[in-house]
């Protein structure tokens, strides 16, 4: 029963609707997401299922950012997002942001829904694969953080989920008895983060492997498409405060960006909401600047392509 409820202070509706591919997808309208005392925002999803962007007009151009809540902009409003900072403050005129993140996504979702969008991506357009630390360890493998949408309603009832088998994404059955009962054993109250310790000690679950395809994936579908991809890991607080990324994050060859956030903890705080982890709208500044540097750095976007240059400004800001 608790499991079901979930937490009862977050309410969410209208924001998500089953996906008989990537398990769930944002619903086209309004949704509202709330928190007494972190949030209380509205949601405002395209006929395409994308988070508004407000001030990225129509181009030629696209820049798509693929990834999870972080990138969807969990908790701020859709001017917040670093998606719209960046269209906003960084990139000049002629480039088109499409922010296609979704809140929950791990890793091998966000490459499915790229997948789902490829057919969209033009020549010219750039692909950014900008997954949250913590999404690495969302699969049907690690099975943690997908067994808590067996039990809540908040995204619809889930009947598949994207898992990597024999080097292809495919949706596997998701609402099985097996997954409820072992789903039980990872979220119960006082046992349950020991069984899931036990579990993949005895079943590893090859979590860089397994990123590693998928991101080459992404990144094969990508120049197929004559687009220009970039792969980051955007930090989570927690790793601002431990200086570095988790282990499963850091080899796999993501630029350093927790030098752009703050490390000490008062300051940290300032950066997320007090009961939620997620970035505030202070946060989503950050990493829109964080971003800006290594897409310019890496070639991904074009000097010309940027109203300043967010490395001789980024102390201003």
């Known amino acids: 029963r608790r499991m079901a409820f979930g937490d009862r202070a977050e309410q969410i509706s209208r924001v998500h609707v089953p996906h008989p591919v990537l398990g769930w997808a944002p619903r086209p309208g309004t949704g509202r997401h709330a928190r007494p005392g972190n949030y209380d925002v509205r949601y405002e999803i395209d ?15 696209r820049l798509w950012l693929f990834g999870d809540s972080f990138t969807f902009g969990h908790g701020v409003e859709d001017a917040d997002t670093w998606a719209s900072v960046l269209a906003r403050d960084w990139l000049a005129p002629g480039l088109e942001v499409r922010n296609a993140g979704v809140m929950g996504f791990g890793l091998g979702q966000s490459v499915a829904r790229l997948l789902e969008r490829a057919p969209e991506i033009r020549p010219g357009d750039r692909v950014v694969l900008a997954p949250v630390s913590s999404a690495l360890e969302r699969s049907l493998r690690h099975f943690a953080h997908p067994s808590k949408y067996l039990f809540r309603e908040q995204n619809g009832r889930i009947e598949v989920y994207p898992g990597w ?21 990872y979220n119960a109250r006082f046992t349950g983060r020991g069984i899931q310790r036990i579990h993949h000690w005895l079943a590893p679950t090859r979590i860089d492997e397994e990123s590693v395809e998928l991101i080459g994936m992404a990144s094969e579908v990508s120049a197929g498409r004559g687009a220009r991809f970039a792969w980051l890991v955007l930090p989570h607080p927690r790793d601002c405060l431990r200086g570095a990324l988790p282990a499963p994050a850091s080899g796999l060859g993501s630029p350093d960006l927790l030098a752009s956030f703050p490390s000490q903890p008062q300051e940290v705080a300032g950066i997320r909401f007090p ?30 392509e940027l109203r ?5 400004v980024a102390r201003r800001r």
């Open 47 to 61: 006929s395409r299922g994308l988070r508004r962007v407000p001030g990225s007009a129509p181009a030629a151009s």
């Open 308 to 312: 300043d240059d967010p490395r001789r």
């Open 165 to 185: 088998r024999d080097g292809k994404l495919v949706p596997l059955p998701f609402d099985t008895f097996g997954n409820r009962v072992r789903a039980l054993l």
């Open 275 to 304: 009961d939620d982890p997620h970035w505030n709208a202070r946060g989503h500044r950050i990493a829109a600047r964080a971003v800006a540097v290594e897409l310019l750095d890496s070639g991904v976007l074009d000097p010309g």
